[in-house]
């Protein structure tokens, strides 16, 4: 991706050195120019001697370091030939790379020219990967971090800095309380957390799936799903974690909703027939459970009589008193006028019709507030079965046997399974 042309600058340096820079194989994306002074004198005076400027020069030929500053500019790297590197200050010490000795060899010369090629390769390639790293990390919308063990964070992405409202200066080398605006119980809490995930992750050598739910800076309450990897060093051992997050509230509103869907009625939100059968055979060893199976009375005049619309109303306006009267209860339509309240034990059986009747009075109150459904009521059949094992169709039919039975005699009333099955088996 890149090319880097690097200038070589010798200053005082004998011919043979000279000609081995100049003989050196460039290396990959690097190609260089060698330029030969007798002093710093000797050399143009311009500031556009480029960033990739290396000065090698013979303190022989030199009057200080910062003559060679004052000559190629604060940029240019240096480097010092000299017989006397133990006089040297520490001052100027820090002006230069390297010290390479004099006498310099031809050999010396060669195999530090090489190294030193390879080096500014190194250099650059790292410099590159730092910036590939920003570059992919900043452009993703999920939150990335990286983390040292004791859960410093070392590094994180813009996303990262959105969600805490925080900067990036303002959030690197600091601890998750912090970021994230927690104090006292809360921060302690937090913390001890955060370093149980990172123990984990590390326990487990391997990227790790988790959710959490944050409070993000612009958007509120949301849902993260995490996924931490161990990071290691050059011998194998873990030194920290990297972590990747991203918000799914939306996904999971839209997963939520998808399934709401499937699961429940339209025009009246309770549970439909399909997700009926779901919930109950997974309730059907181990719990008792009982079956009010509801049919509307006349309410094939009301649709006659008024059109759908008015059918529609009493739908509801049954859905919405059911949900009232039975808030413990599994309530479905079941299709049509006809319902199911499943209540997932069986009931003292007093209490239990104290409740029905109650129930029943409430629904004539209900519909004689309104014209057009003031002639319906309800039918109701009920059947109870014990912890053991049962087939859950085999209870539907009973509670809604007892439920036409109810319809035939009389209406408006209700009927147990168990007191009406001896004669519905002479029919």
């Excluded at 009625?265 to 059907?284: A, C, I, K, Q, V």
């Amino acid at each position: 991706m890149y090319h880097y042309q690097l200038e070589f600058v010798l200053v005082g340096m004998p011919e043979e050195i000279v000609s081995i820079f100049s003989g050196l194989e460039p290396l990959e994306r690097f190609t260089h120019e060698v330029k030969s002074f007798a002093s710093p004198a000797d050399a143009p005076d311009s500031c556009d001697w480029p960033l990739n400027t290396w000065v090698i020069a013979s303190d022989e030929a030199v009057a200080s370091v910062k003559a060679l500053r004052e000559k190629f500019g604060k940029d240019a790297r240096l480097i010092l030939c000299t017989s006397h590197a133990d006089k040297l200050t520490a001052d100027t010490l820090d002006e230069i790379a390297f010290v390479w000795p004099l006498p310099l060899t031809a050999t010396f010369a060669r195999h530090e020219a090489t190294r030193l090629l390879q080096k500014i390769k190194e250099e650059k390639d790292a410099w590159f990967n730092r910036q590939y790293v920003d570059l992919i990390i900043d452009t993703l919308p999920d939150m990335v971090w990286f983390k040292d063990m004791p859960g410093c964070h070392l590094k994180v992405n813009l996303a990262f800095c959105d969600a805490v409202g925080k900067t990036r200066e303002d959030v690197t080398n600091k601890y998750h309380a912090y970021i994230w605006g927690l104090s006292g119980e809360e921060a302690e809490y937090g913390e001890e957390v955060c370093r149980r995930s990172e123990e984990e992750v590390a326990k487990a050598g391997h990227t790790l799936h988790s959710e959490e739910t944050v409070f993000h800076a612009h958007r509120g309450l949301c849902e993260l799903s995490i996924f931490k990897t161990p990071v290691r060093d050059e011998n194998g051992k873990i030194v920290g974690t990297v972590g990747i997050a991203r918000d799914v509230t939306k996904e999971k509103e839209a997963r939520e909703k998808i399934l709401t869907l499937a699961r429940t009625d339209s025009l009246t939100g309770l549970y439909n027939r399909h997700y009926f059968y779901e919930r109950m055979n997974r309730h059907r060893k181990g719990d008792s459970i009982t079956l009010c199976y509801i049919d509307l009375d006349h309410f094939k005049e009301v649709n006659d009589t008024y059109g759908h619309k008015a059918g529609d109303d009493a739908m509801v306006a049954a859905s919405n008193l059911l949900k009232a009267c039975f808030e413990d209860g599994f309530i479905t339509r079941m299709g049509g006028d006809e319902f199911i309240v499943t209540l997932f034990d069986k009931p003292d059986r007093p209490a239990l019709e104290t409740r029905i009747r109650d129930f029943m009075e409430k629904a004539k109150d209900l519909f004689c507030k309104d014209e057009r459904m003031k002639h319906l009521s309800m039918s109701i059949g009920i059947a109870s079965s014990g912890p053991e094992d049962f087939e859950i169709e085999d209870l539907v039919h009973q509670s809604d046997a007892a439920m036409y039975w109810s319809k035939d005699h009389g209406r408006d009333t209700y009927a147990f399974y168990e007191d009406i099955c001896g004669s519905l088996k002479k029919e």
